[in-house]
């Protein structure tokens, strides 16, 4: 019978990705046959009982990628203590065990990606592969192309300079207008943090696209299974075609 690495196990179960799959195991919330397992590099097959929190998971072996609109005031988790709606009480599959892939604010709609594959999870997230994506934001007032060259040569927030991002007006409501901004970092409610800190704060938010992938006409609430389309538009013909994902 097939040996995996723990690491690995939790990373194809979709618990987590690899890196964070080690993170869960030093924490000591993995057990193994009843028994706490530190090591990341301990061996087990599909015969083990591998429980997380006290979960048993196991190792799934047809993958499920699902691209949902998320409607503003959904966690973007797989579960809350506080009994607020998550992202995966929105989508529901027998014998699936959903996790969002990174994540997207409680007050933001739109794009975020869902899967129990851990190693597709790490793929999107990692911060050395810089992937895209874009919002819509609605901000008080008309930023100027001035306004726009700050956002564009990176901007200083409290956690530091943002790398550069594009940025352009493409519409007015009113007073105000439409930016798109695209930024291929992941840090927490980083498109509102720079535009207020170049005095434009957020009236409403929404991702539009992650990579080349693009939210379409799929309605708030929605959520369909990823395509083979899907996954070249995310990481581009030939790397999809090597990665194999799907």
């Known amino acids: 019978m097939e040996e995996f690495r723990l690491q690995k196990f939790l990373a194809h179960s979709g618990v987590a ?22 090591d990341p590099a301990h061996k087990v097959t599909a015969r083990d009982k591998v429980t997380v929190d006290g979960k048993t998971v196991t190792v799934t072996r047809t993958k499920t990628y699902i691209i949902l609109n998320k409607p503003l005031g959904v966690l973007s988790s797989a579960s809350d203590d506080r009994g607020r709606t998550c992202v995966t009480d929105l989508v529901k599959i027998e014998n699936t065990r959903l996790y969002p892939v990174g994540r997207l604010d409680y007050d933001t709609q739109g794009i975020i990606l869902l899967t129990d594959d851990g190693d597709f999870m790490q793929r999107v997230t990692h911060p050395k592969y810089e992937t895209e994506k874009t919002y819509e934001a609605l901000v008080k007032g008309e930023p100027t192309e001035e306004d726009l060259g700050k956002l564009r040569a990176g901007v200083e927030l409290d956690d ?57 006409e799929l309605r708030t609430g929605a959520w369909r299974h990823m395509k083979h389309r899907d996954f070249e538009a995310l990481f581009g013909k030939n790397e999809a075609r090597k990665l194999k994902f799907g």
């Open 17 to 38: 990705s690899r890196r964070a799959a080690e993170e869960i195991i030093a924490s000591g919330k993995v057990f193994v046959n009843g028994k706490r397992i530190t």
């Open 160 to 216: 530091g300079l943002t790398l550069p991002a594009k940025a352009d007006v493409i519409r007015f409501k009113g007073p105000n207008a439409v930016v798109k901004i695209v930024i291929r970092e992941g840090r927490n409610r980083q498109v509102r943090r720079m535009l207020d800190a170049v005095g434009f704060p957020v009236l409403k938010l929404k991702r539009t696209s992650i990579g080349g992938l693009e939210l379409g």
